[in-house]
């Protein structure tokens, strides 16, 4: 049989009128999709399962956070109380800004204002590294009041809390040392939350140096609408965290 | 619908006397153009190679296993390498071979072909996802080369964050890797699925292969992550030295066991349900008729994966979850049955009254019948609250999934390997060789692994390296067994091998089979279809084979 019609060269309906315009070669259309549509579809729905497989992600160490907190409530409670919640508050605050201007950065793509597109990309990055600014701050916090896990973990003050000035209940030296397990999992958890916020920025400064060359101004918008949806969702990610963590049995007089 | 009429016919086509001059094999030439290819075939092989090797790899291990166990004395090696040996078998078997068996090879051949498209809708994530097969596999040999790792492929905590000096980070960061390696292949399989169908390729018309592959991907999903952050806080543990899962630091080991019987568990079903699949394929295309129950079989595939989520707990009878939830938990174990039962009744009745020939691929086959007929069997007992009791930790247990992973998943590889292979090369392999393969496969595995039922039995436990002496004779029939079954293994390997330049031409369709792969060339262009083909008739229809014309053949390959 006569093969000679499939052509050799695999990209046989990839044309990008635009990219032409521009001298550009867009990777818009691919070989193997019989239409932009599809593409589009399967390029979707691939980010849902995605954000799925992270969610179980997550969702792991979400399971062993309740059952700690049920286990060692009263250690839990006292750690908790050491996070600073204005710096929790103003991150989440943070984090809320960059996901708005994400959505409109989603918007300015879909209109294909490529201007518009590339200054909401650059405000997210904005807001999304300030998030991991303070985030360090928090980390530093810990080191310096022996709160990190292993090593030079101090538990007297959970012991002992008078003589550091504090006005927690005491706790018996061995739910004391339940703390520990407190601040991993705290460490784990948005330590885990921070990962994804720098993978998100990298790609970040990536996205917006492709837009910058006017690749998402031509309707062709699956990268940067999936992007969107993988920053909500750390977005989303932190929006758990920041009560379980931070705010959840707050007593009185902390 | 009587199929008897039809012959198979073991010849070249006529038409393609030759291997196609131009095909996804000799498309671009050069090394380079195989380590940066998108095309789903091409990975397909890249996975086959790498897999076969691991798998002796693995194999090697179950080798000294096996020699150690010879004798009652411990004299070839000392407990602690005996440990390091059985859990590279497990760790390399389970992560290397088993999981990315069926799926990474003959899915990512087939699937796009069977739906008609022409190529996963993630060309490049399930390159990288080769890569990182690759790389986890590289840890998890450099964790064997420093030293080892002895905790058994479970990674159980506490002995594997506190107590044991040994490479659990490196083969842990290796497992943690392939994992993701797992998911991209499940999340490819998947879109594919829902996205790519050719026009008239409906739910149910789709081959089996896919929707026990669709199944297997769900749990792929789901389950995959579990593991990877189970695995995270194990290394964390022990790198930190805090305890999530240490008893001693406050944390809780059977925290650890959910977690991780949360993936295990279901990774069962991600190593068989792919191997159903190649059953259903070659049970159909040797009896000549459409698989019995066609929607049955299609829906009990997706109800093992989500049964499989809810049984967890049954690996956990004896460490102390509570009576109530352990009767619970027996209970949802033999409802898991249930669907794998419809598909061997199923596939009975699919034989009953077929006109049945034993190629090669089909006595593969029946060999996944009987033995994981028989593993299954045992599996319900050992669900049995009562009896899992006594027999766990002992060979019992060693014989059941070796029965239902080997017996079952490698026979069904072994099978679909067959099968496929003149799509997949161009070329048959000589039937004689092939047959005895089959047949000492098969004769080996039951030497090797029945006189494990009754070492179990008698009460011998896994995981030692010395026995007492009265359990002697039935541990050297079963390493004698093991060589039997070595041999098996090799078989293929070589006139496989060799069948690659002397092999007979196989043309488009050696077995007369139904499925769109069949009616393109061998092996395929890298487009797979000229024009994407218009799907008009169930799976399996076996008339509308006899009715075709050639004429139709060239439309489509
Ligand atoms: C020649 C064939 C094989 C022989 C003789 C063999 C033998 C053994 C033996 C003696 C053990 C140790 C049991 C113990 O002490 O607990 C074992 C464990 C195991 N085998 Fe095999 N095996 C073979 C093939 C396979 C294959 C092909 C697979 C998977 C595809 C496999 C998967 C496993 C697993 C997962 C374990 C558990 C390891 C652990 O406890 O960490 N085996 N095998
Ligand atoms: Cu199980």
Same mark, same amino acid.
């Given at each position: 049989m006569d093969n000679a019609i499939v052509a050799t060269h695999p990209h046989t309906h990839e044309t990008a009128v635009a990219a032409e315009h521009e001298h550009i070669v867009l990777p818009?259309?691919? /070989? /193997?999709?019989?239409?932009k549509e599809q593409q589009r579809e399967a390029a979707t729905f691939g980010m849902w399962l995605f954000l799925l497989t992270e969610i179980m992600f997550f969702g792991g160490l979400f399971f062993a956070y309740l059952l700690y907190r049920n286990w060692y409530h009263d250690a839990f409670v006292v750690s908790s109380n050491q996070l600073s919640i204005p710096l929790g508050a103003a991150n989440t605050a943070i984090l809320i800004t960059s996901g708005f201007f994400m959505a409109l950065g989603v918007w300015a793509a879909e209109v294909q204002k490529k201007g518009l597109l590339v200054l909401f990309l650059v405000l997210t990055t904005f807001f999304g590294v300030a998030f991991l600014g303070i985030k360090a701050v928090e980390y530093h916090e810990k080191w310096e009041k022996h709160h990190?896990?292993?090593?030079?973990?101090?538990?007297s003050e959970f012991i002992n809390p008078q003589a550091y000035g504090l006005k927690e209940k005491p706790l018996a030296p061995d739910m004391a040392q339940k703390t520990q397990v407190f601040f991993f999992l705290y460490f784990a958890m948005t330590g885990m939350h921070a990962f994804h916020m720098i993978l998100g920025v990298g790609l970040l400064f990536w996205l917006t140096w492709r837009a910058n060359r006017g690749e998402?101004?031509?309707?062709?918008v699956a990268p940067i609408e999936n992007f969107g949806l993988y920053w909500h969702f750390v977005d989303i990610v932190w929006l758990f965290l920041f009560p379980l963590l931070y705010l959840i049995n707050r007593h009185p007089g902390s | 619908m009587s199929a008897t009429s039809y012959t198979i016919v073991?010849? +070249?086509?006529q038409r393609t %006397?030759?291997? +196609?001059?131009?095909n996804y094999l000799n498309n671009e030439d050069g090394l380079l153009s195989w380590l940066f290819t998108g095309d789903h075939k091409r990975i397909a092989i890249l996975y086959l190679i790498s897999i076969t090797f691991f798998f002796f790899i693995g194999g090697a291990f179950a080798g000294l296993i096996r020699l150690e166990l010879?004798? +009652? !004395?411990?004299?070839?090696?000392a407990s602690d390498t005996y440990n390091k040996f059985f859990s590279m078998h497990g760790i390399v078997m389970i992560f290397l071979f088993l999981v990315p068996s069926v799926p990474a090879t003959l899915g990512n051949f087939l699937i796009p072909i069977m739906l008609g498209a022409?190529?996963? %809708?993630?060309p490049k994530v399930n390159l990288l996802s080769w890569y990182l097969y690759w790389i986890g596999g590289l840890f998890t040999l450099a964790a064997l080369v420093l030293g080892g790792v002895?905790?058994?492929?479970?990674?159980?905590t506490p002995l594997s964050t506190h107590y044991l000096n040994t490479h659990v980070v490196t083969a842990a960061t290796g497992v943690f890797i392939i994992g993701f390696s797992s998911i991209f292949t499940g999340l490819n399989f998947i879109v594919t699925i829902h996205? #790519?169908? %050719?026009?008239? #390729?409906t739910w149910f018309r789709m081959p089996l292969f896919c929707w026990s592959n669709y199944a297997a991907s769900i749990l792929m999903v789901l389950g995959t992550p579990v593991l990877a952050i189970t695995l995270v806080l194990v290394a964390l543990e022990r790198l930190v030295g805090i305890g999530v899962f240490d008893p001693t630091k406050g944390g809780d080991p059977l925290l650890f066991q959910h977690l991780f019987w949360f993936y295990s568990h279901p990774a069962v079903y991600i190593m068989i349900l792919p191997g159903m699949g190649v059953i259903s394929e070659v049970i159909s295309t040797f009896s000549r008729?459409?698989?019995?129950?066609y929607t049955a079989v299609a829906f009990s595939s997706v109800a093992i994966a989500l049964f499989g989520?809810?049984?967890?707990a049954h690996h956990m009878?004896? #460490?102390?979850?509570?009576n109530y939830s352990a009767l619970v938990f027996s209970l949802l174990t033999m409802l898991v049955a249930v669907p794998s039962a419809i598909k061997i009744f199923n596939w009975a009745f699919t034989l009953q009254k077929g006109s049945i020939t034993f190629e090669t691929p089909m006595l593969y086959a029946f060999g996944f019948l009987g033995l994981f007929t028989i593993g299954g069997m045992t599996g319900v007992f050992l669900g049995a609250l009562g009896m899992d009791i006594h027999l766990t930790e002992t060979y019992f247990i060693v014989a059941h999934f070796h029965f239902v992973m080997v017996g079952g998943m490698l026979m069904a590889f072994l099978a679909g390997i067959h099968f496929w292979w003149p799509k997949m090369t161009g070329r048959m392999y000589p039937e004689s060789l092939s047959k005895l393969a089959a047949v000492t496969t098969f004769i080996g595995f039951n030497l090797t692994f029945l006189p494990q039922f009754i070492l179990g039995y008698l009460g011998m436990p896994r995981r030692y390296h010395a026995y007492p002496p009265e359990f002697q004779v039935l541990n050297v029939l079963s390493t004698a067994g093991a060589t039997v079954l070595g041999v098996g293994y090799m078989l293929p390997l070589l006139y496989l091998g060799w069948s690659l330049?002397?092999?007979?031409? %196989?043309?488009?369709n050696p077995w007369q089979a139904?499925?769109?792969?069949? !009616?393109? !060339?061998?092996?395929?262009?890298?487009?797979?279809?000229i024009e994407t083909p218009v799907v008009d008739h169930e799976a399996y229809d076996y008339e509308w084979l006899a009715h075709k014309t050639a004429q139709e053949v060239t439309t489509v390959g």
């Open positions: 818009q259309h691919r /070989h /193997h999709f019989e239409t990190i896990p292993g090593a030079h973990f101090d538990v998402f101004s031509s309707g062709y | 073991n010849l +070249p086509d %006397a030759t291997i +196609p001059k131009r010879l004798t +009652p !004395q411990p004299d070839l090696v022409k190529d996963l %809708a993630f002895d905790t058994g492929w479970t990674f159980t996205r #790519m169908r %050719a026009p008239g #390729m008729k459409r698989v019995f129950g989520f809810f049984v967890w009878f004896i #460490m102390g979850v509570s330049k002397y092999g007979a031409i %196989a043309g488009n139904t499925g769109l792969e069949w !009616q393109i !060339q061998s092996p395929p262009l890298t487009e797979n279809f």
